[in-house]
C-alpha cells in the first residue's frame, strides 16, 4: 500500500515525531531507502579528497514511540550509519531501549527558565511588531512551566483572542495537543458518527476562547456559532475525500 507521510525536511536533514506519526513505521523505512541510494558510503581507506556526504535525521517524542519503532531505529544506526546521523529527542531517557542508548552520546539540556522564556516571547513581539507588556510576559512563561514551545504557542493564541493584551486576560495553554489527538481521531474513524464527538471537541475549544483561525487557517472563517458549522462543515468534506483516496488506493 502506498502511504503518504509529509516530513519537515532540508536538503540536509529530516524531521519525523515517530510517537505522533501513525504510519512511523512506513516513513522510517521510505525515508532510509531514499536516504541510502542518494549519499555516498564513507569509505574504509581514507582519502583526504573524498568529501563524507551524509543526511541528519531528527527524531522526536523516541521515549513514547513503541518497541518496535525503536528496535526499528537501532537497526537503521547498525545499517546505515554511514548514510544518515540521526539524533533522538526525549523528555524521559529511561523509556529508550538500553540496546539504542549504547548507540547514543546523552546530551541533557535544561528546559529554560521564566526570564528566557519571557526574552523569547517579548523578541518575538518585537519581530511581529505588536506591544507585550512584561507583565503579561510574565504570566505566559509562568503558566507554561518552562515549556518554551507551549508559550510561545499561548502567546499566539492569546494575540488571536483579545488584542491588545489585558492583564486579566486567560492564558490558552493545551490547545494544540487537542488538535493533533482529534485530527488521529478522525483519521482512525471515518464513520459520520465521528462527527458528533468532532462537534464537542470543536466546540469546547471555542468556548475556551481559542480563536477558530488557529484551529483551521481560513481568511473568510467567521467567529461565534456560524465558525463552529464552517469547521464541522470542513471536517466532513475533509472525510469525504479522505475516504474515497483510500478506497482508490493501490495494493503493489
Known amino acids: 500500500m502506498q502511504v503518504v507521510v509529509p516530513l519537515t525536511s532540508s536538503p540536509h536533514h529530516a524531521e519525523l515525531n515517530v510517537n505522533l506519526e501513525a504510519n512511523a513505521k512506513y516513513a522510517l523505512m521510505g525515508l532510509v531507502k531514499k536516504i541510502s541510494s542518494e549519499f555516498e558510503v564513507i569509505p574504509e581507506v581514507s582519502n583526504v579528497n573524498f568529501k563524507a556526504k551524509y543526511k541528519v535525521i531528527v527524531f522526536y517524542e523516541v521515549d513514547k514511540a513503541t518497541e518496535n519503532i525503536q528496535h526499528l531505529i537501532k537497526w537503521i544506526m547498525d545499517c546505515y550509519g554511514d548514510a544518515c546521523k540521526l539524533i533522538l529527542c526525549c523528555e524521559d531517557n529511561a523509556e529508550i531501549l538500553e540496546s539504542v542508548k549504547d548507540h547514543c552520546k546523552i546530551i541533557k539540556v535544561d528546559a529554560p527558565v521564566t526570564h528566557e522564556i519571557m526574552k523569547v516571547l517579548i523578541q518575538i513581539a518585537r519581530k511581529e511588531d505588536f506591544d507585550l507588556p512584561m507583565s503579561f510576559a510574565a504570566k505566559i512563561a509562568t503558566k507554561s512551566k518552562q515549556n518554551?514551545?507551549?508559550?510561545?504557542?499561548?502567546?499566539?493564541?492569546?494575540?488571536?483572542?483579545?488584542?491588545?493584551?489585558?492583564?486579566?486576560?486567560?492564558v490558552l495553554l493545551g490547545w494544540e495537543e487537542v488538535l493533533v489527538e482529534l485530527a488521529a481521531e478522525i483519521l482512525a474513524d471515518l464513520s459520520p458518527s465521528r462527527l458528533y464527538f468532532v462537534r464537542g471537541?470543536?466546540?469546547?475549544?471555542?468556548?475556551?476562547?481559542?480563536?477558530?483561525?488557529?484551529?483551521?487557517?481560513?481568511?473568510?472563517?467567521?467567529?461565534?456559532?456560524?465558525a463552529l458549522l464552517k469547521l464541522e462543515e470542513f471536517v466532513a468534506k475533509f472525510v469525504s475525500i479522505y475516504r474515497k483516496c483510500s478506497s482508490n488506493r493501490h495494493y503493489v
Open 148 to 170: 518554551l514551545r507551549k508559550a510561545i504557542m499561548a502567546l499566539e493564541a492569546c494575540k488571536a483572542h483579545n488584542y491588545p493584551f489585558v492583564d486579566d486576560q486567560p
Open 201 to 226: 471537541k470543536l466546540q469546547k475549544l471555542l468556548l475556551d476562547f481559542l480563536h477558530p483561525k488557529l484551529i483551521l487557517e481560513n481568511k473568510r472563517l467567521p467567529t461565534g456559532t456560524s
